[in-house]
Structure formats: structure tokens, C-alpha cells
T-cell receptor
Framework: NAGVMQNPRHLVRRRGQEARLRCSPM?????VYWYRQLPEEGLKFMVY????????ESGMPKERFSAEFPKEGPSILRIQQVVRGDSAAYFC????????????FGPGTRLTVL | DAKTTQPPSMDCAEGRAANLPCNHS???????VYWYRQIHSQGPQYIIH???NNETNEMASLIITEDRKSSTLILPHATLRDTAVYYC???????????FGTGTSLTVIP
């Protein structure tokens, strides 16, 4: 059973470009979470999605950031008009359900904005 | 608001038990305590979790105090590969998000 997969592993963008980060959850998992980790800091929750629904986006910046988890295909975290402050590691996690269950994390995508 | 408090760093001799403390004095009755670790810049790795009772698995043991306001993660025989940042986590919000805090940087010394 393959783990959580994220791609690309490394992404370089210039200021003003768009970044699209993909996450394929573990097989059988219908819950996806996105976290951001700035250098020398812990992970910060961004958004929680189930298939075709955003359940909790309380950690998402109000502008330029969006997330989706379509019925078919991976979850996408989209950052429009990137700025240097968006440079970070973005981790995706998945779980089969929420209550009392652990989240399994992917290897992360490291975004660098030039 | 920080839900957990951990020492920023600890050292442990190889082969000895590593005991990592965590305070979670505001934990609610239905909130689980989770432990994860992050080696270098890899994705966090699940270690163990519990609600009220002590738990043990092949990686570690979790001791939760009776009042649930603190817990200790025990790595029984630390190896060099256990060098990592260890996060004690309590679910926040409606149970969807993990609050990672800054964790404890454990260094296992040969």
C-alpha cells in the first residue's frame, strides 16, 4: 500500500507566478489535510478536505491560496501570484476518518520563490 | 494558543531510554494526545497516540497522567536514527487539525 504521495518534491517559481502542489492520499483515505512549514518552525495547519468538500479552511490565507479535492484525482493546493514569503515546505496528510485516528504524511513539496 | 508545551531540546545516550515530556494542561476530555517525529526535513512520522490509558507499540510507549494534563513519550532503547524533532500534539478545533508547536529536538549521542 503506497503512502501519501506529493509532487513535485521541489518547485521553483518566480514572484507573481502560480504554484500548483499535488497530493495523492493513501488508498482508501478520503480525508486530506494540508500543512505549511516555514524554516525552523513547526507545521501549521492550512486546510482540511474531504472528497469534493472543504471542511475546515481556518488556516488558509485569505487571498491567493485555494485548495480542492475532486471526486477523481489528487488534491491540489494552488497558490496564485506567489511572493517570497510563500517559500516553505508544504505537507499533505491523509486519514481514513477523523475521530481518534492518525494522519499519515507525505514527503512534502519544497517551494522556493525567487 | 499553544495547546502543548515541550522542552526545546534534549540529549540521550545511545542505548538508553529517551523520556520526552509534554504538558497539555488545557486538554479536553475527548481530545487525543498524538506524538509524531520529523527527521531532517522529511514528512512527520506517526509514533503513537492515546486518550486516557497508557499505550505501547513497536516504536514507543506513551504514559498519560491520570489528570491527562501531561504525558511522556518513552523510546526504550534510543538509537542514532532516533535523532529528530518530536512533536506532542493535541487536536484542536473540531478535531480536524493537528497543532504541532515547536517540538523537542532530540539528539542521540553515541
Amino acid at each position: 500500500n503506497a503512502g501519501v504521495m506529493q509532487n513535485p518534491r521541489h518547485l521553483v517559481r518566480r514572484r507573481g507566478q502560480e504554484a500548483r502542489l499535488r497530493c495523492s492520499p493513501m488508498k482508501g483515505h478520503s480525508h486530506v489535510y494540508w500543512y505549511r512549514q516555514l524554516p525552523e518552525e513547526g507545521l501549521k495547519f492550512m486546510v482540511y478536505l474531504q472528497k469534493e468538500n472543504i471542511i475546515d479552511e481556518s488556516g488558509m490565507p485569505k487571498e491567493r491560496f485555494s485548495a480542492e479535492f475532486p471526486k477523481e484525482g489528487p488534491s491540489i493546493l494552488r497558490i496564485q501570484q506567489v511572493v517570497r514569503g510563500d517559500s516553505a515546505a508544504y505537507f499533505c496528510a491523509s486519514s481514513p476518518w477523523t475521530e481518534g485516528n492518525e494522519q499519515f504524511f507525505g514527503p512534502g513539496t519544497r517551494l522556493t520563490v525567487l | 494558543d499553544a495547546k502543548t508545551t515541550q522542552p526545546p531540546s534534549m540529549d540521550c545516550a545511545e542505548g538508553r531510554a529517551a523520556n520526552l515530556p509534554c504538558n497539555h494542561s488545557t486538554i479536553s476530555g475527548n481530545e487525543y494526545v498524538y506524538w509524531y517525529r520529523q527527521i531532517h526535513s522529511q514528512g512527520p512520522q506517526y509514533i503513537i497516540h492515546g486518550l486516557k490509558n497508557n499505550e505501547t507499540n513497536e516504536m514507543a510507549s506513551l504514559i498519560i497522567t491520570e489528570d491527562r494534563k501531561s504525558s511522556t513519550l518513552i523510546l526504550p532503547h534510543a538509537t542514532l536514527r532516533d535523532t529528530a524533532v518530536y512533536y506532542c500534539i493535541v487536536r484542536v478545533g473540531n478535531g480536524n487539525q493537528f497543532y504541532f508547536g515547536t517540538g523537542t529536538s532530540l539528539t542521540v549521542i553515541p
